[in-house]
């Protein structure tokens, strides 16, 4: 998978479209992330010792891969991801759209 933690990210698709965040947590074997502030959803809070109210949340939920890409650190963009490698022999991940490394 070509998105990883704390990458910023743009919604291409869904409810969410264009909106940007954080990636907090990666799944990568169900191929989804959790974004910062992206794909709330309502929870409903069973009464507890924690919580003896009980009550109603919104939480943020997975959402698959192929709905974002990654936003190009020099000019905020969407942009894909490609990989190069350096002299001594490292593979980098780098923006297509600027070239820049990630």
């Known amino acids: 998978m070509k998105l990883k933690k704390n990458d910023n990210v743009i919604?291409?698709?869904g409810k969410d479209r264009g909106k940007k965040g954080k990636i907090l947590k990666v799944?990568?074997?169900?191929e989804s992330v959790i974004v910062e502030k992206i794909n709330y959803q309502t929870?409903?809070?069973r009464r507890s010792q924690e919580n003896p109210q009980g009550?109603?949340?919104k939480m943020e939920c997975p959402?698959?891969?192929s709905k974002l890409?990654?936003?190009c650190p020099r000019t905020g963009e969407?942009?894909?991801?490609?990989?190069?490698?350096?002299a001594d022999g490292v593979k980098q991940r780098i923006a297509k759209k600027s070239g820049e490394i990630l």
């Not at 799944?27 to 169900?30: A, N, Q, V, Y």
């Not at 969407?78 to 350096?86: D, E, F, M």
Request: aromatic share 10%.
């Open 63 to 65: 959402i698959h891969v």
């Open 11 to 13: 919604v291409i698709s």
């Open 69 to 71: 890409m990654l936003v």
């Open 43 to 45: 929870i409903y809070l």
């Open 78 to 86: 969407a942009t894909r991801v490609g990989y190069s490698k350096l």
């Open 27 to 30: 799944f990568p074997t169900k």
């Open 55 to 57: 009550g109603v949340s």
